[in-house]
C-alpha cells in the first residue's frame, strides 16, 4: 500500500478528530470542557447529581471524541451575520407593512389579513433567527468552554443537594485535569463523601389551640410522606405540605395554603437522629383558620350565550339552583356529576372531581367553579359553556407500512351530534375509506390493489342503562360512567377475497379512582359473509391438507362473544419524559348462547357457521429514561385464543386469531408471516412462501428498544425484536404446535436501526431489521447473521418498516 497514501489518511482522520472535539474552535487560553464525572457516591445516583451540572460537555458519539455537533454549529455560526438579518427584517417589515396599509386604505380586508398572517410568519423565521440562530446552529451546540466559576457553582450545588438528601455531614471536592495537545481538554471529577445520613426518629404536630384542625391533622397521618425511620429528604418535606394543604381543603378550610405550614427540625448532637416538628401556624388576623360550609350552589348552563330581552329560566332539583337560557340538558343527568351540596363544608377534591366529571361528558367548552363569599354567605357558582351541537371532523392519510404492502390513501370522517336527546348523550356517525397496493397471492409480483371501507353509528351515554336508584347513579358517577351500543358494516376486497361484517355491539365503561380503566362489552354480535378468489381458495384447500380448516373461518358466520379490557396508564405513558408504563388485561369469551340446549337446536338447523372460543392476553410496555437524552423502551404480549364445543370443530372465526410479523410486532418479518412454530411451507425448489397469512392460537411478544436523540427532531434507535405464533394441536403442520420442551427454540428474533422524525404533530418512523434467528430452518441452522445481505428480494435482506408514531 501506498505509504504517501497512509500518511495522508492518518493526518486527515487527526484533523477530522481534533476539529470535530472542537478544539480546533478555542481561542487563546481557552479550555474546551470535554467530559465530567462523580465518584464515590453511593447512595445518590449519578444521574441525579449530574443533573445539577452548571455546565455541560459537548454531545459525542458513542464516547468517541468525536462532536459533530459542535461543527455543525461552527459551520451554521461561519454563515451567520446578526446585523444583516436585523437589516433585512426591517426592510421586509417595512415591505410588508405598506402593503398591508394600501390594501386596508382600498378596502381590501380579505387581502390585508393576508399579508397580516405573511407578516406575522415572517416575523416568527426572523425571531427564530435571531434568538436561536440558523438551521445548522440549531441543530448543532456550541462550544463547551471550560468555566472555573462554573465548576465551583457545580460542586456547591451537590453539597446543597446532599444536605437536602440527609447527608447534613457529607464533603464535595473536585479535581481538574488538561489532555489532548496542549492541554486543551479538561477533565473534571467531582469526589463526594456522602458520610452518613440522617433519620427522623421523631414526628409530632402542632396546631396552637385550634383542636378540630389539629383533630384533622392526626386523622390524617396514615397518609404521611413522612414517617419514623425514614431518611431526612428535603422534597419530601415540599411533598408533605402540599399534602397537608390537600387535608385542610377537602375538611372546609378554602382559604389554607401550604404557607402556614412550619416545619422545625432537631439534631440530637451525639447522633444522627433528628426530631421534626410538623407546625401550623395560625391566620395573621385570626385566632383560627376558618372552616367553610357551602350555603348555596349555583349552575349556570350557558354562560356565553345571549338571547336578548330574555331572562334566564331559575329552577332548583336536588338543592341545586340551576339557570339557563334554553332547557338543553336534563337536571338529573348533570346531578350526577355535581358532588358539591349546600350544607356540607367544603372540599378541594370534591370540586375538582365535579370539574372533571362534567368535563369528561364532552358537552361543554370550558368548565369552571368559583366560590363567593360576599354577603356573608359561601356560595359555589358552576359555569359552563356548550360546544358545538354538531362536529365534523375530517382526516386525509396515507398508510405507510410498506414491509409487504405499498402505501396507500385514506379518508377517516366523523359527524358527532351532542346531546340528541336532552340527556347529554353522544351520537356519532362515522366512515372511513382506504386503499393499498398489496402483491397477489398467486403472483407475488402483480400488485393489485386493496380496498377497505367501515361505516359505524355509535350512541354513548353518560351513565349505566341499568335500573338502578338516582343515588346509586350518583356514586358511580366518580367512575365516568359510560354505556355504549353501535351498528357498524366493514367491508374488505383483497386480492384473495372480498368480506362483509354486519356488526353490533353493546357495553359499558368506567373508571376507578386508582385510574384503572374498564370496557365491558356485553355484546358483540358479527354477521360475516365472504367470497373467496379461486387461487386463495386453492390455498385455503392446500391448508386443509395440513389438517387447518381456515376455510370455515371464510363461510357465511354468526359470531358473538363478551369481552373485558382493563388497562392502566402509570405516570402518562407515551407522553411523560420520566419512567412510566402501560398495561392491559383482556379476556373474552364467544358463543356463550350456544351452551343452552334450545338454542343450540337452532343452530344446528342453521345455514350459518357458529363457534364457541375462549381468549385472553396481556400486553405490558414501559419507557426508562436514562442518560441525557436516551430512553430504554421494552415490550412484553402473551396470548391465547382456543376454540372449544361442537359447534366451532376446533376453528377459531378468523379475526380472533393470532398473528406475528410487521411494523408493530416482529419487525423483521412481512406482517402476518411469521410461524406458526417452526413450520414452514416451501415451493418446489424449496424457497420459504409467504404467499398467506400465518395465524395462530398462542402469541408471544417482546421487544427491547434503546431510543436516543440525534440531531434536534431526529432520534435514533436500536432494537431487538422476539416472539412467533403457535397452535395448540399439531395437526399435519409439524413444528407449528406449542410444546414446553421445545417453545423456546422456535422463538424468532430480529434485530435492526431505525430513525424517527419529529414533526411534534407527529412522528414519522423509519425501521431496518434483519432476521438474526430463524425458527423455520432447521436446528443448528437458525442464526443468520452471515447471512446477512443487502438484497431487497432476499429472505435475509433488511425489511424496511415506515410507520407513524412508536411501534410500542
Not at 425511620?229 to 399534602?243: I, M, P, V
Not at 395573621?284 to 383558620?289: F, G, I, L
Not at 414491509?403 to 348523550?425: D, H, I, M, Q, W
Not at 362483509?500 to 356485553?522: A, E
Amino acid at each position: 500500500m501506498n505509504i504517501k497514501l497512509i500518511k495522508s489518511f492518518l493526518l486527515s482522520s487527526i484533523i477530522f478528530f481534533t476539529s470535530c472535539v472542537g478544539t480546533s474552535y478555542l481561542k487563546k487560553d481557552e479550555k474546551l470542557l470535554f467530559k465530567q464525572k462523580i465518584k464515590g457516591n453511593e447512595n445518590i445516583s449519578s444521574d441525579r447529581l449530574e443533573n445539577l451540572y452548571n455546565q455541560k460537555a459537548n454531545s459525542r458519539i458513542l464516547l468517541l471524541p468525536i462532536s459533530p455537533y459542535v461543527a455543525l454549529y461552527e459551520t451554521g455560526l461561519q454563515y451567520y451575520d446578526e446585523d444583516e438579518i436585523k437589516a433585512e427584517k426591517e426592510v421586509v417589515q417595512e415591505k410588508l407593512e405598506k402593503k398591508i396599509k394600501k390594501a386596508k386604505e382600498a378596502e381590501k380586508f380579505n387581502k390585508s389579513t393576508r399579508l397580516e398572517r405573511k407578516l406575522n410568519k415572517k416575523n416568527d423565521k426572523f425571531s427564530t433567527l435571531l434568538e436561536d440562530g440558523n438551521l445548522f446552529m440549531r441543530w448543532g451546540e456550541p462550544l463547551a468552554i471550560f468555566d472555573s466559576s462554573a465548576t465551583e457553582q457545580t460542586k456547591n450545588q451537590i453539597q446543597l443537594f446532599l444536605e437536602s438528601k440527609g447527608f447534613f455531614d457529607a464533603e464535595v471536592d473536585y479535581e481538574v485535569k488538561y489532555k489532548g495537545i496542549n492541554d486543551k481538554r479538561a477533565a473534571v471529577t467531582y469526589r463526594i463523601a456522602e458520610k452518613e445520613a440522617y433519620i427522623i426518629d421523631t414526628v409530632f404536630y402542632d396546631a396552637g389551640e385550634d383542636k378540630v384542625m389539629m383533630s384533622v391533622l392526626v386523622g390524617g397521618r396514615r397518609n404521611s410522606l413522612i414517617k419514623a425511620g425514614d431518611k431526612y429528604d428535603q422534597s419530601k418535606l415540599t411533598e408533605e405540605r402540599e399534602r397537608i394543604e390537600n387535608i385542610m381543603k377537602n375538611n372546609g378550610y378554602y382559604t389554607f395554603s401550604r404557607q402556614f405550614v412550619e416545619y422545625n427540625v432537631y439534631r440530637d448532637p451525639d447522633t444522627t437522629n433528628l426530631a421534626l416538628e410538623i407546625i401550623i401556624n395560625k391566620p395573621q388576623e385570626a385566632k383560627n383558620h376558618k372552616r367553610y360550609k357551602l350555603d348555596k350552589v349555583n349552575f349556570t348552563t350557558d354562560v356565553n350565550t345571549q338571547i336578548g330581552g330574555v331572562k334566564r329560566t331559575e329552577e332548583k332539583f336536588n338543592s341545586i339552583n340551576y339557570s339557563y337560557y334554553d332547557y338543553s340538558y336534563r337536571k338529573k343527568i348533570l346531578d350526577q356529576r355535581v358532588f358539591i351540596r349546600p350544607n356540607e363544608f367544603y372540599s378541594l377534591e370534591k370540586t375538582l372531581n365535579t370539574q372533571r366529571q362534567l368535563a369528561n361528558l364532552d358537552m361543554f367548552r370550558f368548565v369552571n367553579i368559583k366560590y363567593d363569599t360576599a354577603g356573608g354567605d359561601f356560595v359555589a357558582n358552576i359555569f359552563t359553556s356548550p360546544l358545538e351541537k354538531f362536529q365534523l371532523s375530517n382526516e386525509i392519510g396515507v398508510n405507510v407500512n410498506v414491509t409487504f404492502g405499498l402505501p396507500g390513501p385514506f379518508y377517516n370522517v366523523s359527524l358527532k351530534n351532542r346531546n340528541p336527546f336532552k340527556g347529554a348523550e353522544l351520537m356519532e356517525l362515522s366512515g372511513r375509506l382506504g386503499f393499498e397496493g398489496v402483491a397477489n397471492i398467486s403472483d407475488q409480483t402483480d400488485v393489485t390493489t386493496a380496498t377497505e371501507a367501515r361505516a359505524n353509528l355509535s350512541f354513548t351515554f353518560p351513565h349505566f342503562l341499568f335500573p338502578l336508584g338516582t343515588e346509586l347513579k350518583s356514586r358511580f358517577a366518580l367512575l365516568n360512567p359510560k354505556t355504549k351500543t353501535g351498528l357498524g358494516f366493514n367491508f374488505t376486497d383483497r386480492p384473495e377475497y372480498t368480506r362483509s361484517n354486519l356488526n353490533g355491539s353493546y357495553g359499558y365503561s368506567w373508571q376507578n379512582k386508582k385510574r384503572w380503566i374498564f370496557d365491558l362489552t356485553v355484546a358483540d354480535i358479527n354477521l360475516i359473509e365472504s367470497d373467496l378468489e379461486e387461487s386463495f381458495i386453492r390455498a385455503l384447500e392446500e391448508q386443509t391438507r395440513f389438517g387447518r380448516q381456515l376455510s370455515r373461518s371464510f363461510l357465511p358466520s354468526f359470531v358473538s362473544s363478551s369481552s373485558i379490557t382493563v388497562s392502566k396508564n402509570f405516570n402518562n405513558y407515551g407522553q411523560a419524559n420520566s419512567r412510566a408504563s402501560f398495561i392491559k388485561l383482556f379476556a373474552e369469551t364467544g358463543g356463550n348462547l350456544l351452551n343452552f340446549n334450545a338454542i343450540g337446536e337452532q343452530v344446528e338447523q342453521s345455514s350459518l357457521e357458529y363457534f364457541q372460543f375462549i381468549k385472553a392476553s396481556v400486553d405490558y410496555r414501559t419507557y426508562i429514561p436514562y442518560g441525557k437524552e436516551s430512553t430504554f423502551a421494552y415490550r412484553f404480549n402473551v396470548g391465547f385464543a382456543k376454540p372449544y364445543g361442537e359447534f366451532s370443530r376446533d376453528i377459531l372465526p378468523y379475526e380472533k386469531y393470532y398473528f406475528a410479523g410487521g411494523s408493530n410486532s416482529i419487525r423483521a418479518w412481512a406482517p402476518r408471516r411469521l410461524g406458526p412454530g417452526s413450520f414452514v411451507d416451501t415451493d418446489d425448489e424449496g424457497n420459504f412462501l409467504y404467499n398467506i397469512e400465518r395465524p395462530g392460537e398462542i402469541i408471544f411478544e417482546t421487544s427491547v428498544e434503546v431510543r436516543r436523540n440525534l440531531i434536534n427532531f431526529l432520534d435514533g434507535a436500536f432494537f431487538v425484536d422476539a416472539g412467533n405464533v403457535w397452535s395448540f394441536s399439531e395437526n399435519e403442520e409439524p413444528g407449528s404446535d406449542f410444546q414446553w420442551d421445545r417453545f423456546y427454540n422456535e422463538i424468532a428474533i430480529g434485530t435492526g436501526v431505525g430513525l424517527r422524525v419529529d414533526f411534534s404533530f407527529l412522528i414519522l418512523r423509519f425501521d431496518f431489521a434483519f432476521k438474526l434467528y430463524d425458527p423455520a430452518r432447521d436446528r443448528g441452522e437458525r442464526w443468520t447473521i452471515n447471512e446477512w445481505n443487502l438484497g431487497t428480494r432476499s429472505n435475509y435482506g433488511p425489511a424496511l418498516n415506515i410507520g407513524i408514531g412508536y411501534p410500542f
